[in-house]
Every structure is written in structure tokens, then in C-alpha cells.
């Protein structure tokens, strides 16, 4: 158990998230656009408030998911760095007589997650504010702090000039943040039953699929799938789930390795890794519905495993 780990377990640790892609939307119509592109009420966000949401196509489903902030002249949208790209290029088909100017600004607006149980008092203790409901921001000296969790783990995210990313980093190991490297960031994600885009949600999924309704409004009118979603909505039924498995095993099994019930086949895991908490392996995997329910027991490459269920957007309960 390294230093990094047990600090996102028991006190606090900083992660570099400079690889996420970061782009400005700005223009008269940005919240109409967003409204129109994502899963989520961007037009009732107001400056300071945020949402988690889905980038969906015409037949529903998952291009990408984003971290949308209401800023004062303008939205801030936080993605994937494997997505970044094909996102931009995605909104801007879209935008024909909008006034809407998308910029990429990854490189020039760094990211820096502070989690843990003590990572509040880290923000504190440099005279940082908090926000306590989540995906909302505040200023703090240029910055803009976000109460927003990578790993599950109570978190925030600072978002800051790049040149400013060696700077920040110092502070916050001298107010008592550990340096977490990605692995250890993504174990304690799937241990928190996290899910991420491109492990755990992929352009094949639909959003009932995901289990992550947060992502979701439902009453907020036209979006590009909505049709989609709103047919397996109404008809209340999707083949799979997504569900957190924990495997008596100390190997993670690859992605794609059966999940079987009775012999029978019953899904497929996705990201999984040793969790050194709790013994054993961690993991989620896409299963049929009638197997999905917490709690029930099933077999990875010889295995016992058994379902959880996958977190939303906040803090986990615990470990």
C-alpha cells in the first residue's frame, strides 16, 4: 500500500488531470447549443452551478460524456482526453447560424484534483474555497475550484493557468497533499465503483445502460438521441446493466472476460483492479438484467463474484 494510496484512503492527495481536454464555449446561443447537444438542463444552470452529461448520436448512443460549468460569460467543458477532440469537432458540425465559439484550451487551463478525507482541510489550509454542492465553482485568486471527485474519494478540482500547474503543486504538498500517480488514482476509482468512458462506458452504450440517471433529465425537451431514450425509458427495459463486481481473486481479469452464472454466460467485465482495502479484486462489468441485482453471485475465470452497485456522481459512502 503506497503512500499515494493510503492518502486517498485516509488523508489527502493531489492528481495531475492535465490530460483531460478542456474547452470554452462562449457566444449568445452556448447554453441553447449545449441544452441541444447533452442529456442534461444546461439552460437552467446559472453562474457557478454544473452538471454531469452525455454526448449522445441519432441512434442514442454514447459519444462521450463531460463536466459542464456555468462560468459568467461563458461554459467550461471538462472531458476525456480520448474524447476531447472528437467532442469539439462534434459540436462544431452542429453550430450553423449559432452564435457559439468553441475554443480548446487543454493547454493553456491545467487541472488538479485534490481528494481524500482530508483534502478539505488541504484547500483550507491555503485559503481555498470549497463548494459544497457538487459540480458548483468559486473563484479563488484567478482559479476556479469545483467540488468534483475523480476517484470517488471526497474531491475537488482546481482548474488554473497552466503556467501556474509547478507552483500549485508545491502548495498543496506543503499543506499536506500526497502526489498520486494515474494507477493509484485508478484503483481507488473502481474501488469506488466509479465508472470512466472508454473503460467502463463506450460509444456502443446506451444511458439506461450505464445506470447513471444523474447524466439524465428527462423533462428538458429536444437533444440529440432523446428520441432514443425516452423509447427505452418509456418501454422500462434495457438487456444489460452496468454493476460493480467484487471477485475473490488477486488478479484483475482483462476487460471482456466472461461473468457467468450457473456455467451460463451472463456478461462481461470491464475495468477491474486489485484492491489492496479490501483483499480482493474490484471491478465492473456489463450483465444481463436478470443478473444485475445487488447481490447476486456469480463466477469470473473460476472466481466467486459479487454484484454492487455502480456510484454516481458524489462521494462514496466509504471503502
Given amino acids: 500500500m503506497n503512500a499515494a494510496y ?7 492527495a493531489w492528481l495531475d488531470l492535465s490530460a483531460r481536454g478542456r474547452i470554452y464555449a462562449t457566444g449568445e446561443d452556448r447554453a441553447r447549443l449545449l441544452h441541444a447537444m447533452t442529456t442534461h438542463h444546461v439552460q437552467q444552470l446559472q453562474p457557478g452551478q454544473g452538471c454531469y452529461a452525455f454526448f449522445l448520436n441519432a441512434q442514442g ?5 463531460v463536466h459542464l460549468f456555468c462560468l459568467e460569460d461563458r461554459f467550461l467543458l471538462d472531458v476525456e482526453p480520448e474524447t476531447r477532440e472528437q467532442l469539439y469537432q462534434h459540436l ?7 452564435d457559439v ?3 480548446d484550451v487543454t493547454a493553456a487551463l491545467t487541472a488538479v484534483a485534490v481528494e481524500g478525507p482530508r483534502a478539505a482541510g488541504v484547500l483550507a489550509a491555503l485559503g481555498a474555497p470549497a463548494p459544497e454542492a457538487l459540480f458548483h465553482t468559486a473563484l479563488w485568486e484567478g482559479r476556479r475550484v469545483s467540488r468534483l471527485s475523480f476517484t470517488g474519494a471526497p474531491g475537488w478540482r482546481i482548474f488554473a493557468p497552466a503556467g501556474e500547474a509547478q507552483d500549485l503543486a508545491r502548495k498543496l504538498e506543503a499543506a499536506g497533499a500526497v502526489s498520486a500517480d494515474a494507477e493509484t488514482a485508478r484503483v481507488v476509482r473502481i474501488e469506488h465503483f466509479r465508472p470512466r468512458y472508454g473503460e467502463d462506458i463506450f460509444d456502443t452504450t446506451l444511458t439506461a445502460e450505464t445506470q447513471q440517471t444523474h447524466a439524465v433529465h428527462f423533462n428538458k425537451g429536444c437533444y440529440l438521441g432523446q428520441e432514443v431514450v425516452e ?7 434495457v438487456n444489460r446493466l452496468l454493476v460493480g463486481l467484487e471477485i475473490d481473486a488477486t488478479e484483475p481479469p482483462a476487460p471482456q472476460t466472461p461473468v457467468a452464472a450457473a456455467g451460463q454466460e451472463v456478461g462481461k467485465t470491464c475495468s477491474a483492479a486489485f484492491s489492496p482495502a479490501r483483499g480482493r479484486v474490484v471491478g465492473m462489468a456489463y450483465l444481463r438484467v436478470t443478473h444485475a441485482a445487488p447481490g447476486t453471485e456469480l463466477e469470473v475465470s473460476g472466481a466467486r463474484a459479487v454484484t454492487v452497485p455502480v456510484a454516481g456522481p458524489g462521494p462514496s459512502a466509504g471503502y
Avoid: F, K
Fill in 92 to 98: 462544431d458540425r452542429y453550430i450553423i447560424a449559432d
Fill in 6 to 12: 493510503r492518502a486517498l484512503h485516509e488523508a489527502a
Fill in 61 to 65: 448512443r454514447i459519444l462521450g460524456d
Fill in 101 to 103: 465559439t468553441l475554443e
Fill in 231 to 237: 423509447r427505452v425509458r418509456s418501454r422500462g427495459h
